[in-house]
């Protein structure tokens, strides 16, 4: 059962646009939402964060929008750069000490210049 | 800092074979955890450890062993090979960071991936 559901799978958007990749989570247990960036042959890397208590974060050209009551998240990239072309994940992780993390299937981000 | 450090980097089983996959950190993180990514799949954690000498299972645990002797070292170890493993396997390390209403940013870093190929 996958708990964090992710899309799209791809998205190619031009240069200057916004990209935006949606997250829907299931347990109401999870109090922490990351986003990672994966580039091709690397590790993925923590690009921003949110927890259940702001409706929003924002991070220079990356913000998170979170809605609590429809168990939903998404990413937005504003100004999208071909720098930005990547993987990203979202991911949600509960309380207590197992801090485990579950991730969503990842969306596969094109940039055109 | 040299962060998470994977070996190797690609390796390739016949099926049936054992192996370990190794995993170090040298930033004195608590928690380590091993992940295996597959296509359209993200990713999925296997074991994770949130101390020296302490361990637990994560989502697809089966065929996997670990241990912790260290803070240090949380090698992967495959006992007996099957295609399905054919994966990439990254390890990760976190960091906590605590505010007046709890938990600020967990902040987890990973390594840059062991390709397996298991024939």
């Known amino acids: 059962q996958q708990q964090v559901k992710q899309s799209p799978q791809s998205l190619i958007v031009q240069k200057g646009g916004i990209s935006i990749i949606n997250c829907a989570y299931e347990?109401?247990?999870?109090?922490?939402f990351p986003w990672y960036q994966q580039f091709p042959g690397k590790g993925p890397a923590l690009l921003i964060a949110?927890?259940?208590?702001?409706s929003e974060k924002k991070e220079g050209r990356f913000t998170i929008s979170f809605n609590k009551s429809a168990k939903q998240f998404s990413l937005h990239i504003m100004d999208s750069q071909p720098g930005d072309s990547a993987t990203y994940f979202c991911?949600?992780?509960?309380?207590?000490?197992?801090?485990?993390?579950?991730f969503g299937s990842g969306t596969q981000l094109t940039v055109l210049p | 800092n040299a962060g998470v450090t994977q070996t190797p980097k690609f390796q390739v089983l016949k099926t049936g074979q054992s192996m370990t996959l190794q995993c170090a950190q040298d930033?004195?993180?608590?928690?380590m955890s091993w992940y295996r990514q597959d296509p359209g799949m993200g990713l999925r954690l296997i074991h994770y450890?949130?101390?020296?000498?302490?361990?637990d299972q994560g989502e697809v645990p089966n065929g996997y062993n670990v241990s912790r002797s260290t803070t240090e070292d949380f090698p992967l170890r495959l006992l007996s090979a099957a295609p399905s493993q054919t994966s990439v396997y990254f390890c990760?390390?976190?960091?906590?960071?605590?505010?007046?209403?709890?938990?600020?940013?967990?902040?987890?870093?990973f390594g840059p991936g062991t390709r397996l190929l298991v024939l």
């Open positions: 347990n109401t247990a999870f109090d922490y």
């Open positions: 930033m004195n993180h608590e928690y």
């Open positions: 949110i927890r259940p208590d702001v």
């Open positions: 991911a949600a992780m509960g309380s207590g000490s197992a801090r485990q993390l579950t």
């Open positions: 450890s949130v101390g020296a000498g302490i361990t």
């Open positions: 990760a390390s976190s960091y906590l960071e605590w505010g007046h209403r709890g938990r600020v940013r967990e902040t987890q870093y």
